[in-house]
């Protein structure tokens, strides 16, 4: 199939541009310097000369805290960006697999959020990826929402790499216990979006990896996973504290965990356990580092 990737130099991009060609489909990466998705007569042209059949759009506005005085640039590009995609995709027949977020949530269900649950984002982030999902469902007549979470891949910066380091420098760490959620491998995440790019079971997807933790238990996992290997010297002890003793200029959600509702009833793979994510991203991570 003939594939239009935005934000391919991200991190779920890259794992997205590699996976699929590798699995011999037609692949045009984009990155921002080949596609400013902000500008709706650059979509429509790039879009319209390749002719996919299928757009992932992967770019987006991650920066939560910045979003908060960032107003404009955040809705500039999770909004009006995916707006010229959707645009774009539509009037070239292609199918539009629009990434998304935990975030769209408010995090205080005591339950795992379902895809038919209500929003209610607390943050400019959050709301500026709901407003991309409402005109992607307006405005396109073929497409995916994939709502992911606690995302971290080879290609970028991330919690898991973030605790590495510190792992090996500090002799002390504090992680928060109290906000619960799922960590999501970009190469999982990439073989749940080629299996469902070929179907038309078109629709709101919940995708991360199986299971659920906490930032702290993650942490412990990550330091334990990697004593495994040899070249991470561990040596930080990790304590739990609560999110309080950290603010932020977002509000983080509480409860990030997503049920995975639409994989099941659609009968497509669900994604494995976030332990077995995590160990495999360790394995390329030291054969990257040796």
Same mark, same amino acid.
């Given at each position: 199939?003939?594939?239009?990737?935005?934000?391919?130099?991200?991190?779920?991009?890259?794992?997205?541009?590699?996976?699929?060609?590798?699995?011999?489909?037609?692949?045009?990466?984009?990155?921002?310097?080949?596609?400013?998705?902000?500008?709706?007569?650059?979509?429509?042209?790039?879009?319209?000369?390749?002719?996919?059949?299928?757009?992932?759009?992967?770019?987006?506005?991650?920066?939560?805290?910045?979003?908060?005085?960032?107003?404009?640039?955040?809705?500039?590009?999770?909004?009006?960006?995916?707006?010229?995609?959707?645009?774009? +995709?539509?009037?070239? %027949? /292609?199918?539009?697999? !629009?990434?998304? $977020?935990?975030?769209? #949530?408010?995090?205080?269900?005591?339950? @795992?959020?379902?895809?038919?649950?209500?929003?209610?984002?607390?943050?400019?982030?959050?709301?500026?990826?709901?407003?991309?999902?409402?005109?992607?469902?307006?405005?396109?007549?073929?497409?995916?929402?994939?709502?992911?979470?606690?995302?971290?891949?080879?290609?970028?910066?991330?919690?898991?790499?973030?605790?590495?380091?510190?792992?090996?420098?500090?002799?002390?760490?504090?992680?928060?216990?109290?906000?619960?959620?799922?960590?999501?491998?970009?190469?999982?995440?990439?073989?749940?979006?080629?299996?469902?790019?070929?179907?038309?079971?078109?629709?709101?997807?919940? +995708?991360?990896?199986? %299971? /659920?933790?906490?930032? !702290?238990?993650? $942490?412990?996992?990550? #330091?334990?996973?990697?004593?495994?290997? @040899?070249?991470?010297?561990?040596?930080?002890?990790?304590?739990?504290?609560?999110?309080?003793?950290?603010?932020?200029?977002?509000?983080?959600?509480?409860?990030?965990?997503?049920?995975?509702?639409?994989?099941?009833?659609?009968?497509?793979?669900?994604?494995?356990?976030?332990?077995?994510?995590?160990?495999?991203?360790?394995?390329?991570?030291?054969?990257?580092?040796?």
């Amino acid at each position: 199939m003939k594939v239009l990737v935005t934000g391919a130099n991200g991190q779920l991009g890259r794992d997205v541009v590699l996976l699929f060609e590798k699995e011999g489909h037609s692949v045009l990466a984009c990155a921002r310097d080949e596609l400013d998705i902000t500008d709706q007569v650059e979509c429509n042209n790039v879009i319209s000369t390749y002719h996919p059949e299928v757009v992932i759009h992967c770019a987006a506005y991650t920066a939560v805290d910045a979003a908060e005085t960032d107003v404009d640039g955040a809705y500039q590009v999770n909004a009006t960006g995916t707006r010229n995609i959707a645009v774009a +995709a539509e009037q070239t %027949g /292609a199918k539009l697999i !629009y990434i998304s $977020t935990d975030y769209v #949530f408010d995090g205080t269900s005591d339950v @795992p959020y379902q895809e038919y649950d209500n929003t209610n984002p607390q943050s400019i982030y959050g709301k500026s990826k709901r407003a991309g999902e409402v005109l992607v469902q307006s405005l396109s007549s073929r497409w995916f929402i994939v709502r992911t979470s606690w995302v971290y891949g080879v290609y970028g910066n991330n919690f898991v790499k973030t605790m590495l380091k510190l792992g090996q420098e500090k002799p002390k760490l504090q992680v928060v216990h109290d906000q619960k959620g799922s960590p999501t491998y970009t190469v999982d995440l990439a073989h749940f979006l080629l299996e469902l790019m070929s179907t038309e079971k078109y629709g709101v997807y919940h +995708a991360s990896n199986s %299971g /659920a933790c906490t930032w !702290y238990e993650f $942490t412990q996992a990550i #330091f334990e996973e990697a004593q495994l290997f @040899p070249g991470f010297h561990i040596q930080a002890e990790v304590d739990p504290c609560a999110t309080d003793q950290f603010p932020r200029p977002a509000p983080r959600p509480r409860n990030s965990v997503m049920e995975h509702l639409s994989i099941r009833t659609n009968g497509l793979n669900d994604l494995r356990p976030w332990r077995e994510g995590l160990r495999d991203f360790l394995k390329e991570i030291h054969i990257e580092q040796n």
